[in-house]
């Protein structure tokens, strides 16, 4: 199946620095979502993006919607432990069912 | 908490039995996608339901199917399993022609075929 393309797949990181990733795609996405799964449970929402350009943050993270629609990144600035885990980025396509399409995502490894 | 709860929580099966899975979505949405989620992959749709109708399906055969209630839970069914479909079945559930229209995931179920 298709997956968006997102980097990098993995991170190990100090605690206190800030973290990016991104998310590309050769498609057109109407919007963007970041989701971030723990071990053993579901995805939890953390930003959602709806219009091109728009820039959004939550706390610590910020997530910006490409102005081509085929891209976004998500920031997250001064790390603790607890941002450890998988971190997926998901398009929805203009029009036809709600489904969307999810990077393969990026694993966070913060180091106290 | 996004108040999307699945059941069960971890299953284990043999080759060429069926599963039922279940979904009971979030407190006013009327929308329940299902995802397959491979180890070490993102989620990949399966199908959605909309008002007790599949409203879009994703790559997969006709061996997965579904159900949608009327008090918007729903069921995802699987027959003759084979080994590949070990996996996190998701379910999401959304509020359609709400606007902005965000997916909410339960906890999953880890289906396991041996």
């Known amino acids: 199946g298709q997956q968006l393309n997102q980097s990098p797949q993995s991170m190990f990181i100090q605690e206190g620095e800030d973290v990016s990733m991104n998310c590309t795609s050769s498609s057109i996405f109407n919007t963007w979502l970041w989701y971030k799964q723990d071990p053993g449970e579901g995805p939890v929402l953390l930003i959602a993006l709806y219009k091109a350009g728009e820039l959004t943050s939550n706390g610590r993270l910020t997530a910006q919607f490409g102005i081509t629609r085929k891209d976004s990144f998500l920031n997250i600035s001064a790390s603790i432990p607890s941002d450890v885990g998988i971190y997926f980025c998901?398009?929805?396509?203009?029009?036809?069912?709600?489904?969307?399409?999810f990077g393969k995502g990026t694993k966070l490894t913060v180091n106290p | 908490e996004t108040g999307v709860t699945q059941s069960p929580t971890h299953l284990i099966k043999t080759r060429g039995q069926q599963v039922t899975l279940r979904c009971s979505s979030q407190?006013?949405?009327?929308?329940v996608s299902w995802y397959q989620q491979a180890l070490g992959q993102g989620p990949q749709f399966i199908f959605q339901?909309?008002?007790?109708?599949?409203?879009g399906r994703g790559n997969f055969p006709p061996r997965f199917s579904g159900l949608q209630f009327p008090n918007y839970s729903s069921e995802l069914n699987v027959n003759a399993l084979e080994l590949d479909d070990s996996a996190l079945y998701l379910c999401a559930s959304s509020l359609f022609g709400g606007g902005e229209e965000t997916q909410y995931f339960g906890p999953g179920t880890r289906l396991l075929v041996l």
């Open positions: 998901a398009g929805r396509r203009q029009g036809g069912s709600e489904k969307l399409v």
């Open positions: 407190s006013g949405h009327n929308t």
């Open positions: 339901y909309y008002r007790e109708e599949e409203n």
